[in-house]
């Protein structure tokens, strides 16, 4: 076991269960400490004060604010903190500031944990590199900023995914393929349990065959919607 210490880590995220699955995530699978989280940019401004994390995985859309205005706070720089935005806006102003700020990573909600770790893995790179070179050479950069050479997207898992249930499923969205359903919708007109639709549903997006929208209402947080990708 490593006794270095840890590098500090807080996360800026007002759905607390959201929060608390990256927590358990980062903490489980990297040398990594969650100092705290943040529901407001007021909080996160404080936590990045008071523990001068290394890295922030940070919300856009707050109670109080947008997340992006947080990357281009002087704090962040003090500290030499990097960025990841793990967000649900999409639109290409808010990508392109938080890009030419110099946010690490931009990761578009609902995140696959591959994605997230692959996201990490470079933050860990970067550092190590940072730490352990005073010259670097275009190998070293080339893994810093892009995936290393010849290595292709892991393929999705095919674990706990029977033929007979993926195709009552892509049958389903297939008789409509103009709506949008929730997961409580799928498992009730499909006939499975929660847990085995949420398992489908998260197989049938990472192979393409099905998208994910977010339904905002006046009260309480977004709602995660799928629909059939045209021409699958």
Not at 32 to 61: C, F, K, M, S, W
Not at 187 to 211: A, D, M, N, P, Q
Request: glycine residues 6%; hydrophobic residues 40%; proline residues 5%.
């Amino acid at each position: 076991m490593s006794h270095v210490k840890p590098l500090s880590v807080v996360i800026v995220e007002d759905e607390p269960h959201l929060a608390g699955l990256h927590r358990e995530f980062i903490e489980q699978h990297f040398h990594l400490r969650v100092a705290g989280i943040a529901g407001t940019l007021a909080q996160a401004r404080h936590l990045i004060e008071q523990h001068q994390p290394r890295l922030v995985l940070l919300d856009n859309y707050l109670p109080d604010g947008q997340g992006v205005t947080l990357i281009d706070d002087p704090l962040l720089k003090r500290f030499e903190c990097s960025v990841i935005f793990i967000t649900a806006a999409s639109d290409m102003q808010t990508c392109s500031h938080a890009m030419r700020s110099g946010a690490l990573d931009y990761l578009i909600k609902p995140v696959f944990f591959g994605r997230l770790r692959a996201s990490l893995e470079r933050f860990m790179l970067l550092v190590q590199t940072m730490s352990q070179m005073k010259k670097v050479d275009q190998h070293a950069l080339d893994k810093l900023f892009n995936l290393p050479v010849g290595d292709a997207p892991a393929a999705p898992s095919t674990k706990g995914i029977e033929t007979l249930t993926l195709t009552r499923v892509k049958a389903f969205f297939s008789d409509a393929p103009d709506s949008s359903w929730s997961v409580e919708q799928v498992v009730e007109k499909v006939g499975i349990s929660k847990t085995t639709g949420r398992r489908y549903l998260e197989y049938c997006v990472e192979i393409g065959f099905i998208g994910v929208e977010m339904q905002y209402g006046n009260i309480g947080h977004p709602r995660r919607l799928y629909r059939k990708i045209a021409g699958t």
